[in-house]
């Protein structure tokens, strides 16, 4: 497959598809992506680049060009996906939309990963996550649950990028099986706009109709002596042994907490006198209890003590790789196959370290370097 995408959501898509088998060819100008200069770096690689780009190789080739533009079709020729997420019109000016390319290819899958899609009035604005977060609803949705807050929460994680590149990779997949069945390609129209909204489920029904919503978040973060402890009381069951583990077996038959609806409006009360049990504990020792009663619950852990997980380390979820700088880890897919073999490729290329030979096998000369597209 092709891979002409920058930043995360497509090359995200394609390193999921690299880790499933597919020989991914990362097209890239002779700046290189700009994920390439994002810290972590050493020896001049970055990890961040790596994390999303293992497995692929990286040819460089000037898109601008005759000769660029012959490579790329000679490279669709025997291509059986292609994946970009220029911003929409990019790819055509370029002469490599999708009826160009599928001229030299009926059977290829094209992939476009957008801000919006690829047509209708807000098609050619420029997005990245956090503006897609804030579009969406998705960020006024999340400050609906902080009690006491009237103004959104800063983005850090680019969540509209992952779950956009996700769902691209599943329609891949599943165009894949459609040609099997047709014989044909298809273009596909990716929106992380959508995919975002596609993230509120309960709130694109509560938009529609009038609900009484609960006064405070039904899950949050529980204090310890030491900590913050995360309970989820998702089930009668999950009540029930909660009260027991606190030492309040009475509140289930307690008129604020017995009904469900009850509880929900009673919540403030409840949590404060799963606190005050919880307030006298270690987070280790709330954990022992809640664990040891089936009540689903974590401690709240940073991203580094989450990678020490003995259960991540079981299930090998953690790859080491390598680049030009050194080895580095970075996360496998999250699910395993009986028969198929799912896992991050070994290496991250360094930029055009594939050029000469994917040209000498396309029967052409190297060419000019590219300038860095927008």
Request: glycine share 8%; hydrophobic share 40%; aromatic share 8%.
């Amino acid at each position: 497959m092709l891979d002409f995408s920058t930043t995360i959501a497509g090359p995200h898509c394609a390193r999921m598809l690299a880790d499933m088998g597919a020989e991914v060819i990362k097209i890239e100008s002779d700046e290189g992506e700009t994920m390439r200069t994002r810290p972590p770096v050493r020896g001049g690689c970055s990890t961040a680049f790596g994390q999303l780009n293992v497995g692929k190789k990286s040819v460089v080739l000037d898109l601008k060009s005759p000769d660029g533009l012959e490579a790329v079709r000679r490279l669709v020729a025997t291509a059986d996906v292609l994946v970009e997420n220029f911003r929409p019109g990019v790819m055509q000016r370029l002469k490599m939309d999708y009826p160009a390319l599928a001229e030299v290819n009926p059977r290829l899958i094209y992939c476009s990963i957008s801000g919006y899609g690829q047509t209708g009035p807000s098609a050619e604005l420029p997005a990245y996550a956090p503006v897609i977060h804030a579009a969406s609803g998705y960020d006024m949705a999340h400050l609906a649950y902080q009690p006491g807050r009237s103004r959104p929460d800063y983005c850090g994680i680019y969540h509209a990028d992952v779950v956009a590149g996700t769902y691209a990779f599943g329609a891949i997949a599943s165009a894949l099986y459609h040609r099997e069945r047709t014989g044909r390609g298809q273009h596909i129209d990716c929106s992380m706009l959508e995919a975002m909204l596609s993230l509120t489920l309960n709130e694109i029904q509560w938009s529609q109709f009038p609900v009484q919503l609960p006064a405070r978040p039904t899950f949050g973060p529980v204090e310890s002596s030491d900590g913050y402890v995360m309970i989820a009381i998702a089930s009668e069951k999950t009540f029930q042994n909660l009260m027991k583990v606190i030492g309040r077996p009475e509140w289930v038959a307690d008129v604020r907490f017995a009904k469900y609806s009850d509880r929900r409006a009673n919540w403030g009360a409840l949590m404060d006198g799963v606190e005050a049990w919880s307030r006298r504990l270690t987070n280790a020792e709330c954990l022992a209890a809640l664990n040891g009663a089936g009540v689903p619950s974590s401690a709240y852990r940073t991203v580094a003590e989450a990678l020490n997980d003995p259960q991540l380390l079981h299930r090998g979820a953690l790859a080491d790789v390598e680049d030009d700088g050194g080895t580095f880890k970075v996360v496998n897919l999250p699910f395993r196959m009986s028969d198929a073999k799912v896992a991050a490729g070994h290496r991250a290329a360094s930029l055009g370290e594939h050029t000469a030979a994917a040209l000498k096998e396309l029967g052409l000369t190297p060419m000019a370097a590219v300038e860095p597209l927008e």
